[in-house]
């Protein structure tokens, strides 16, 4: 069964699925898988110089000529050149996070980029569609990584009802019934982080990708509330140090900054499980096998079909 949405329209794809912009995790090689799957591909320019983000990009597009994007965090020291990097490249999408993307909108616009928010409040929604936004990804506090205060069911459509632009929906969502779920919100489009890192395309440490199979329902949690920067991360032995540091006053807090330092790319990259930073959703309970990313989208909306089909039986004649 097709979805065909205003998100399908306006970023050329078979699904309307955005491939979650994750820091150290997403590169080319998950990028170009979900992009040929049917799906936005995202590659990650978190605190990456500009020089990297376009060798990125190129190696995309060795590997696909389906529309991809680049996801930029805008308190990266980077931002600006990495900004002109995707305006040079003509990259297809950009979704921005941390930040106000509006003084870098009219030009990605003109040069026929698609511009993609990620944001956590209908406040925020509202100024970006005013700011020249295509669409906005609604992020619930159930996912992984830098997340705010609402849950995706309360967030998103508070948010439908303020901006005439299209939703998508984040956090929570890691099969079909999330899918089903996100349309029935108001949102016309996904974007899914915690469920690619099982993708035989993402290169995380195996160690990493084992902690998210393993991970149960309650096996997340999130530091960083005292310090105004919450992120949702699988509990270890980091997170459960930084948590009851948290709630100690006494607590050396430039000791907490310098355990965090680094900890993404140690989970990432070194498989350190015990004190790098598992960042995954609260849907990691969900995620139990390493497929191809192609395999995960196209189980996702299948099975997203027949929920749907299914609720029609819901309704009495």
Request: aromatic share 4%.
């Amino acid at each position: 069964m097709a979805f065909q949405t205003r998100i399908t329209e306006l970023l050329h794809t078979e699904y309307p699925i955005i491939q979650g912009g994750m820091a150290w995790v997403a590169d080319y090689h998950i990028a170009s898988a979900v992009s040929n799957a049917g799906g936005v591909g995202l590659i990650a320019a978190g605190s990456a110089p500009a020089d990297f983000v376009r060798e990125q990009i190129h190696k995309v597009r060795e590997l696909t000529d389906k529309p991809f994007g680049v996801n930029i965090m805008l308190m990266s020291p980077h931002a600006a050149d990495i900004a002109q990097v995707v305006l040079e490249e003509k990259v297809p999408v950009v979704t921005t996070g941390a930040g106000n993307p509006g003084k870098y909108i009219p030009d990605w616009k003109a040069a026929g980029i698609t511009v993609i928010p990620v944001i956590a409040s209908v406040s925020q929604a509202i100024r970006m569609e005013r700011v020249g936004a295509d669409a906005v990804v609604a992020e619930g506090c159930e996912a992984g990584g830098h997340i705010g205060e609402l849950t995706t069911m309360a967030l998103t459509p508070q948010i439908v009802d303020a901006v005439s632009i299209p939703v998508l929906t984040a956090g929570g969502v890691a099969d079909g019934r999330g899918i089903a779920a996100a349309f029935m919100l108001g949102a016309e489009g996904v974007q899914v982080g915690t469920r690619f890192l099982a993708a035989e395309e993402c290169n995380i440490h195996p160690n990493y990708k084992q902690a998210v199979l393993d991970c149960k329902d309650i096996g997340t949690t999130v530091t960083g509330r005292t310090t105004g920067s919450p992120v949702r991360c699988i509990k270890n032995k980091l997170a459960r140090e930084i948590v009851a540091m948290e709630k100690d006053v006494k607590a050396d807090k430039e000791e907490m900054e310098k355990m965090l330092t680094g900890s993404l790319r140690a989970a990432v990259v070194d498989g350190d499980d015990k004190m790098g930073s598992l960042m995954a959703g609260q849907v990691a309970g969900m995620v139990h096998k390493i497929q191809p990313a192609a395999e995960i989208i196209k189980e996702m909306f299948a099975e997203a079909a027949q929920v749907l089909a299914g609720a029609q039986k819901l309704l009495a004649d």
